[in-house]
Each structure stands twice: as structure tokens, then as C-alpha cells.
């Protein structure tokens, strides 16, 4: 079955630096790749998603480039800031049955120390 | 719109009961996920309705979960007999049913099993 594998698990990193979670998927069918970001006690919330005709997209300090060969795609958080920490979700979705199933990685804790 | 309304937020039961958990999806959204959230397991996919449909439930890990989706409105998981393993945060999502879209996710069910 479909499968996304997320990492690392947790990420520290000094405010101001950059930030990069990485996901792998295994349905090479799989054509939308959104990201949540979840906060302590709270619901998911989609902070960009990137579809599978683009390879590279950009919102203010968050970008995520998509490799459809790879099957990789990831996250990139520039000028970290404190209320950046969360735990953030990849996920794919589209098959081949073309359900629009949505498998989520594990998650990644980050953390911006001030 | 309020957005995705899960009832209860809270709910403690002692092992053996049942338990049901609702969701109200977005008005005119046409599919609804149910995930739980372990923090050993992420965020699993449970089961997926599309127009009211049940489309994939090979996430519901046994025959004590059962889910229904009576009309567009409106979805229940229900767990019974229930066990403490199922302590978890159950998130209910719905989105506008066209592929490779956001999912709009609810508040959660906090379940506590003792």
C-alpha cells in the first residue's frame, strides 16, 4: 500500500537558521504533496502543498520542492522564528485507484531556540 | 462556515464501553477522512468516504471500529467494546472532493480509555 516516510523525527535549530524536512513516498501515482503545520493541542493546518507538474514552490519564508523520479519531496523553512516550532506533516496523496486517499508521514518536531 | 465540528472534544470511558465520536464536514465538501493521532503512531488514516461512500477503511485496526456517513453532513466512528490501547486523538476531515485538494481538518475527540 501507500506509504510516506518523514524525516528526522526532530529538528533543533538556533532562530534565524534554516530548517529542512525531508519525506520519501512509495506510490510513484501519487501527485499532490501538501504540508501541515500542527501546534501544540491543536488541529492540523495546511501551510503549502505543491502538485505534481511543478517542481519547486514558494510562500514568503517556506518553500518545497518536489523530485517525481526520487519520490522525494521536502520542506524548507528560512528565517527560523520562534513560533515556527510545531510539528510538521508531509503527506501524499492520488494513486492509482485515484481515491484522493491522504497517508501522512510521521511527523517532525521542530523547534527554534531564541 | 465553522468549519469542521467534531463532538465531543473530551471523552473519558472505562474499558468495555462504547464509544461514538461525530463529525460535521465542511457544507459541500464531498469527501471525509477519520485519522487517529498516537504520539507512537502519527497520524493514521482510518477510513475515507467520497459522496457518503465508504472508498478505503483498510486503516480501521479491528473489527470493534465502525464508521457510517448517513448523509453529507454527517459522519460517526463508534468503538465498541473499547480498550485503554485506544486512547488517542481522533481527527475528522473533510474536503471539497476534487482531487489532490486541502483537507480541512476538526478539532479533535480526545479519547481516554481506562
Known amino acids: 500500500g501507500e506509504n510516506v516516510e518523514q524525516h528526522p523525527s526532530t529538528l533543533s535549530v538556533q532562530e534565524g537558521d534554516s530548517a529542512v524536512i525531508k519525506c520519501t513516498y512509495s506510490?510513484?501515482?501519487?501527485?499532490?504533496f501538501p504540508w501541515y503545520k500542527q501546534e501544540l493541542g491543536k488541529r492540523p493546518q495546511l501551510i503549502i502543498d505543491i502538485r505534481s507538474n511543478v517542481g519547486e514552490k514558494k510562500d514568503q519564508r517556506i518553500a518545497v520542492t518536489l523530485n517525481k523520479t526520487a519520490k522525494h519531496f521536502s520542506l524548507h523553512i528560512t528565517e527560523t522564528q520562534p513560533e515556527d516550532s510545531a510539528v510538521y506533516f508531509c503527506a501524499a496523496s492520488g494513486s492509482s485507484s485515484n481515491t484522493g486517499k491522504l497517508i501522512f508521514g510521521q511527523g517532525t518536531t521542530l523547534q527554534v531556540k531564541p | 462556515d465553522a468549519g469542521v465540528i467534531q463532538s465531543p472534544r473530551h471523552e473519558v470511558t472505562e474499558m468495555g464501553q462504547e464509544v461514538t465520536l461525530r463529525c460535521k464536514p465542511i457544507?459541500?465538501?464531498?469527501?471525509l477522512f477519520w485519522y487517529r493521532q498516537t504520539m507512537m503512531r502519527g497520524l493514521e488514516l482510518l477510513i475515507y468516504f467520497n459522496n457518503n461512500v465508504p472508498i478505503d477503511d483498510s486503516g480501521m485496526p479491528e473489527d470493534r471500529f465502525s464508521a457510517k456517513m448517513p448523509n453529507a453532513s454527517f459522519s460517526t466512528l463508534k468503538i465498541q467494546p473499547s480498550e485503554p490501547r485506544d486512547s488517542a486523538v481522533y481527527f475528522c476531515a473533510s474536503s471539497p472532493g476534487l482531487l489532490n485538494t486541502e483537507a480541512f481538518f476538526g478539532q479533535g475527540t480526545r479519547l481516554t480509555v481506562v
Open positions: 457544507s459541500g465538501h464531498n469527501s
Open positions: 506510490d510513484s501515482a501519487s501527485n499532490y
